[in-house]
Every structure is written in structure tokens, then in C-alpha cells.
Nanobody, 131 residues
Framework: QVHLAESGGGSVQAGGSLRLSCSISGVTASSYYMGWFRQAPGKDREGLAFIDSDGSTTYAASVKDRFTISLDNTRNTLYFHMNSLRPEDTGMYSC?????????????????????????WGQGTRVTVSS
């Protein structure tokens, strides 16, 4: 009964900030491995940030100095604090989660930024950044 639901998307001017939320139900999120993904218009979905069960985080180079992924264990909610937004940040943002430390496919271990690494996905929330 694991369910992920994103919220907080919307329209914002370049240079502005936005905080996305991903509520997790059915499980204790602190024991999961989670990430934020974005699919820009005409592009494939890409991994932006990852957080593991001990709170360690990893970021894509494009957002490393601007975005922050965090987990509120009390509220069982994953957050994505996005600062200094740019038009190229426009897209559909989705959260993903998986209970396994690692997942494998095709004879290899999936990386944090690969879609198949995650068992559960939210429906996404749209973010539009205007210049």
C-alpha cells in the first residue's frame, strides 16, 4: 500500500524559489531510498537528487549548488528545496522510492539516477520557470 504524492509545483519567475513535497504513506520513509526526478519538455526523465536511509545525499551537477533534498521523518515527507530557478528547470517533477539498498538489472547495479532503481513513483507536479 505504498503511495507517493507530490505537491508544491507551480509557476515562478527565474531566480525564484519553490519547495516541492512528496508525502509517503504505507511505509516508514526513513527506511527507504528516495530521489527526485525531472522530465523537461522533449527530454527524457533525469535524476536530480537522492537521499539514502542514513540521510546521505547525492545531486546531479545541474542542481547541486541550488537544490536541496531532505526528509522529514516525523511527517513522513520528502522535500525538494529549489533555489535560483532557471527556465531550464521547467518540467514535471516526480519523487521515487525503494526499500532496497541496491537494485540490480541487466547484470549490473542500478545507479541512483536511473528510473529502474525505484519501485514506487508519484504522479508528478509541474514546475514552470519563466524569464
Amino acid at each position: 500500500q505504498v503511495h507517493l504524492a507530490e505537491s508544491g509545483g507551480g509557476s515562478v519567475q527565474a531566480g525564484g524559489s519553490l519547495r516541492l513535497s512528496c508525502s509517503i504513506s504505507g511505509v516508514t520513509a526513513s527506511s527507504y531510498y528516495m530521489g527526485w526526478f525531472r522530465q523537461a519538455p522533449g527530454k527524457d526523465r533525469e535524476g536530480l537528487a537522492f537521499i539514502d536511509s542514513d540521510g546521505s545525499t547525492t545531486y546531479a551537477a545541474s542542481v547541486k549548488d541550488r537544490f536541496t533534498i531532505s526528509l522529514d521523518n516525523t511527517r513522513n515527507t520528502l522535500y525538494f528545496h529549489m533555489n535560483s530557478l532557471r527556465p531550464e528547470d521547467t518540467g514535471m517533477y516526480s519523487c521515487a522510492a525503494d526499500p532496497s539498498t541496491y537494485r540490480y538489472g541487466g547484470g549490473r547495479r542500478y545507479s541512483w539516477y536511473e528510473d529502474p532503481r525505484y519501485k514506487y513513483w508519484g504522479q508528478g507536479t509541474r514546475v514552470t520557470v519563466s524569464s
